[in-house]
């Protein structure tokens, strides 16, 4: 009942936002790429939102030349606002909570936390994305002697530090805050942050300002050459559009990271770093299409008792398919680690020249 009372109060500022339609969330279309400003583009998918399921259609584009894939045309601010709206606060916070809490989110981040440790055993650590900072607890474990911050837009980095997540929050953006930030941190983390910015150049940057000379960076991000996302189209959850608006190649990330003055010490697809949701998520996406809507506060009206009676009996007789995919995906996760399937890729930079520890380590 709680539920449906924060809905029904959220929905006449909804109403409000969407009265013009959506098309004023867009940007104009680029007709360049924003990586290498190539004019050979391609239309690569055509995708809506399948969580949230918010009103809108959006395209990915992908470069022919340097192979770089971006939404296009890309949302305004004003856009950004609205869809991730209820998703990571409001409505969605505790269920976005739990996710980042679960058992294999808590298994990836001890993975992550130990990669960087073969390389280093940094002093200070700076989680970018950190949300509510559930990886800089999990990596504790692992480095005891560091001393973990988080950055984020929303409130739950400051939540992160009542918790006792994180020492210190800063709420904003890293590009926004970097020289405040210059030459503080010995490692410097992106979790699935990089496809949401709207200047992945731009965060690089910064992220080496932020660092000390020696610093590591630390960067996980969808594996956009991923045959399955090819495979299951806009039902790829790594494609997650709206909010996800850059795919960068591995290649095109290490050659940019260097060009900067960074030093590729680990560069890989697959690994630990790969989430396996693939056949789960795009099995449920396409049950979803035949579900009556859920109730959410932009829907212009609450649905009624015969449409939730509906969606209800429809997604208990879908449970069991869901299921089967989700428990082939952990079967098959061993053998998709090890290909090109995999979903993720994760690359360590030094700032500087490579040394014996990095050497070593790999």
Request: charge should be positive.
């Amino acid at each position: 009942m709680a539920r449906t009372a924060d809905i029904a109060e959220r929905r006449p500022h909804y109403r409000r936002l969407l009265a013009g339609g959506v098309d004023r969330f867009f940007q104009p279309r680029r007709t360049t790429c924003p990586w290498c400003t190539s004019e050979r583009l391609r239309h690569r998918l055509r995708s809506r939102d399948h969580v949230q399921n918010k009103p809108g259609g959006f395209v990915l584009d992908e470069c022919r030349d340097c192979g770089h894939i971006f939404q296009n045309p890309q949302l305004t601010a004003e856009g950004l606002d609205f869809y991730y709206g209820d998703f990571y606060d409001g409505l969605g916070e505790e269920t976005t909570a739990k996710m980042f809490a679960g058992r294999g989110s808590t298994k990836r981040f001890r993975h992550s936390a130990r990669a960087l440790r073969t390389h280093a055993r940094p002093r200070r650590w700076l989680d970018v994305g950190t949300s509510h900072g559930h990886f800089c607890a999990t990596a504790k474990e692992e480095l005891p002697d560091t001393e973990f911050d988080g950055l984020d837009m929303g409130e739950s980095v400051e939540l992160a530090v009542q918790e006792g997540r994180i020492a210190t929050a800063y709420r904003g953006q890293l590009i926004e805050l970097a020289q405040e930030l210059a030459g503080r941190y010995d490692t410097v983390s992106m979790f699935h942050y990089l496809e949401h910015t709207v200047m992945p150049r731009s965060e690089l940057a910064a992220a080496r300002t932020a660092l000390r000379p020696g610093g590591h960076l630390l960067i996980e991000v969808p594996n956009p050459e991923s045959p399955l996302g090819r495979l299951f189209r806009g039902r790829w959850m790594p494609w997650f559009q709206p909010q996800h608006l850059h795919f960068v190649p591995i290649g095109n990330l290490c050659r940019e990271l260097e060009r900067i003055g960074f030093t590729i010490v680990s560069a890989h697809r697959g690994g630990n770093q790969h989430i396996p949701v693939d056949l789960a998520c795009a099995t449920w996406f396409w049950v979803a299409r035949a579900l009556p809507k859920e109730d959410a506060p932009w829907l212009a009206r609450r649905p009624g008792k015969a449409a939730v009676a509906a969606r209800w009996a429809v997604a208990l007789t879908a449970l069991p398919l869901v299921l089967a995919a989700y428990g082939l995906d952990l079967l098959l996760a061993p053998v998709v680690r090890r290909t090109p399937l995999s979903n993720a890729y994760r690359v360590i930079a030094r700032l500087g020249p490579t040394n014996a520890a990095d050497l070593q380590g790999n």
